[in-house]
T-cell receptor
Framework: DAMVIQNPRYQVTQFGKPVTLSCSQT?????MYWYQQKSSQAPKLLFH???????NEADTPDNFQSRRPNTSFCFLDIRSPGLGDAAMYLC???????????????FGPGTRLTVL | KNQVEQSPQSLIILEGKNCTLQ??????????LRWYKQDTGRGPVSLTI?????NTKSNGRYTATLDADTKQSSLHITASQLSDSASYIC????????????FGTGTRLKVLA
């Protein structure tokens, strides 16, 4: 089945130790998003890619970086995780064929990050 | 400021009962509104999508309504099941030309046997 896949589902890292989360999609969608969701809060957009065009949200900390080496894969790098970065990280995609904001987003199952 | 507010924050109902969740938004200019179901520890899954001209849309036991004049939407769940226990998130997008979706904080529904 076409889907959005995130690995790992659970990630434990130490304070300050770099960590990379991965997302892959079989939907051949142009747009990929990374969201951070803390407990009982709405997902917060970190960045999105339209194809290879990277778009960073103004309030996304510099500690967060992203890479999209090809259409199918997108990575979230946290250079020096702090305790406040513990959260669920959601990857999503959308077709990118219509006007921005009008398309359905398809979400992966998320990666829950724990920082010790 | 673009905002989406949902109520109630949490809700407990008995299996078989109906319930209605509310979403109020101030997003402008409005493009469309989506309801998502998010099971604990999983990503959101789309239930319904409505544009400006749509008043109601159903997906099985889920029925969403939209009043674009009052900027309100509701999600009605009929004959609830234990598997309906989840968070329900209202997401509104604007025709602003950016890939930005405004998320509500969700309503956490618990269905008891």
């Amino acid at each position: 089945d076409a889907m959005v896949i995130q690995n790992p589902r659970y990630q434990v890292t130490q304070f300050g130790k770099p960590v990379t989360l991965s997302c892959s999609q079989t939907l051949n969608h142009n747009v990929m998003y990374w969201y951070q969701q803390k407990s009982s809060q709405a997902p917060k957009l970190l960045f999105h890619y339209y194809d290879k065009d990277f778009n960073n949200e103004a309030d996304t900390p510099d500690n967060f970086q992203s890479r999209r080496p090809n259409t199918s894969f997108c990575f979230l790098d946290i250079r020096s995780p702090g305790l406040g970065d513990a959260a669920m990280y959601l990857c999503a995609t959308s077709r990118g064929a219509f006007q921005a904001g009008q398309e359905e987003q398809f979400f992966g199952p998320g990666t829950r990050l724990t920082v010790l | 400021k673009n905002q989406v507010e949902q109520s109630p924050q949490s809700l407990i109902i008995l299996e078989g009962k109906n319930c209605t969740l509310q979403c109020n938004y101030t997003v402008s200019p409005f493009s469309n509104l989506r309801w998502y179901k998010q099971d604990t520890g999983r990503g959101p899954v789309s239930l319904t999508i409505m544009t400006f001209s749509e008043n109601t849309k159903s997906n099985g036991r889920y029925t969403a309504t939209l009043d674009a004049d009052t900027k309100q939407s509701s999600l009605h769940i009929t004959a609830s099941q234990l598997s309906d226990s989840a968070s329900y998130i209202c997401v509104v997008s604007a025709t602003s030309g950016t890939y930005k979706y405004i998320f509500g904080t969700g309503t956490r529904l618990k269905v008891l046997a």
